[in-house]
């Protein structure tokens, strides 16, 4: 398993700034993501953070919007950058840890949760 | 791309009953199908998962099943109580170490009393 710390755990921001939110897990994992969970929706990833080069984004997402960083094995940022209120949503990382039978398992942080005014 | 379709998006089932969540999936390079659980306000976590070589897993009162030829799969939730009641996620991937997991739109489920 792993322990992850993700804050802001909400925040209040003004359109046109920006939110860096931060997710420090307690063991060096491999995988990385970041998530996006508008009210009463489900998790739509936003990429992956790969340690040492770029995200890797998915459709309709981009780094411009969302840049991140991934330092190292243990931590991971993502920026909302140029806010707006379709930004308003809850903002989880997750980090895929490799069961004993191979497969990715995915452990949660405890999500923040951005209100853009 | 990948897609996972779930189905109902709600249910509403009388507490004792049995409740079924289904869903497909569009990638048949996926092999392993977790199931998670998130209650109001919390993270979702894992509450068990299939993977590919197997038809069926139990977990106490709670089993899925794996139809990997018509890619889809189900959860399974017997003798259901009022803290069952949550939002389920069914979601898929691939077997390796640098798999991301595609989630299903989610079920939220009540139990009544």
């Known amino acids: 398993s792993a322990v992850i710390s993700q804050k802001p755990s909400r925040d209040i921001c003004q359109r046109g700034t920006s939110l860096t939110i931060q997710c420090q897990v307690d063991s060096q994992v491999t995988m990385m993501f970041w998530y996006r969970q508008q009210p009463g929706q489900s998790l739509t990833l936003i990429a992956t953070a790969n340690q040492g080069s770029e995200a890797t984004y998915e459709s309709g997402f981009v780094i411009d919007k969302f840049p991140i960083s991934r330092p190292n094995l243990t931590f991971s940022t993502l920026t909302v950058s140029n806010m707006s209120p379709e930004d308003s949503s809850i903002y989880l990382c997750?980090?895929?840890?490799?069961?004993?039978?191979?497969?990715?398992?995915?452990?949660f942080g405890q999500g923040t949760r951005l209100t853009v005014v | 791309g990948e897609n996972v379709e779930q189905h109902p998006s709600t249910l509403s089932v009388q507490e004792g009953d049995s409740a079924v969540i289904k869903c497909t999936y569009s990638?048949?390079?996926?092999?392993?199908f977790p199931w998670y659980k998130q209650e109001l306000g919390k993270r979702p976590q894992l509450i068990i998962d299939i993977r590919s070589n197997v038809g069926e897993k139990k977990d106490q009162r709670i089993a899925v099943t794996l139809n990997k030829t018509a890619k889809h799969f189900s959860l399974h939730i017997t003798e259901t109580q009022p803290e069952d009641s949550a939002v389920y996620f069914c979601a898929a991937s691939r077997y390796s170490s640098a798999s991301k997991i595609i989630f299903g739109s989610g079920t939220r489920l009540s139990i009544r009393p």
């Open positions: 990638d048949s390079a996926s092999n392993y």
């Open positions: 997750s980090v895929g840890v490799l069961g004993g039978a191979g497969n990715t398992e995915a452990f």
